[in-house]
């Protein structure tokens, strides 16, 4: 597992793999750490505070080629993809069963990471993707309500209502990134999301 780790490693290192690829490549090393190494999740503020530091870094030196891995959103989109496909994969696999224990804190650490990519482009590039601002917008309460002691105090009906918004986001991010991608990041991403829907509907009807 830890070869594979290294092998994505290098391949973002080296900055070959298109920027579909790139997310794939990073979701591959989040899920390998949690399902090898479950007790690096025991203090998520760690994690929180960590990838905030990276954030600021990135924004501070947009030049340095690691800052760009932010700045793009390849490493955010690569979590999301983790919280998105965690949600429709059957329940019976150990892998599911690991990861959607910390998907509360995944989904956390996918607006913390997102979060510079949405900057740069605001204040900084002065480009705006319509798409892009409604799924960010539309992150904060789920972000909001992924907090332990906030999902405490709210009810589990009102709970399910607003975890909803999350297809809404997934919606926007795929007509974002298809919008602003090149054809073969495209071609990826459709896959992606057409499998998402494919086992969400699948999963739905065994209900």
């Known amino acids: 597992m830890i070869s594979v780790v290294l092998l994505m490693a290098m391949l973002l290192f080296l900055g070959i793999l298109p920027n579909s690829l790139s997310i794939l490549a990073f979701s591959a090393i989040i899920i390998i750490l949690i399902y090898q190494y479950p007790v690096l999740f025991l203090r998520p503020v760690i994690i929180y505070l960590f990838s905030i530091c990276l954030g600021s870094l990135s924004l501070l030196f947009p030049d340095n ?3 760009q891995y932010l700045l793009s959103g390849i490493m955010g989109y690569g979590v999301m ?32 990471l997102i979060t510079p990519h949405v900057i740069n482009h605001l204040l900084i590039l002065k480009t705006i993707n319509l798409f892009g601002v409604v799924a960010f917008v539309l992150m904060v309460p789920l972000t909001f309500i992924s907090f ?21 986001v997934y919606i926007s991010l795929f007509i974002h990134l298809v919008y602003v991608s090149s054809y073969d990041n495209k071609i990826i991403y459709a896959i992606l999301f057409t499998l998402y829907v494919n086992n969400k509907i699948l999963k739905e009807v065994k209900k």
């Open 148 to 168: 332990k002691v906030i999902k405490r105090e709210i009810s589990s009906i009102d709970w399910n209502r607003i975890q909803k918004v999350a297809y809404l």
């Open 65 to 67: 080629p690691f800052s």
């Open 81 to 112: 993809v983790i919280v998105m496909f965690v949600g429709v994969l059957p329940n019976s696999l150990t892998l599911t069963r690991v990861i959607k224990k910390h998907r509360g804190e995944l989904s956390i650490l996918t607006f913390i």
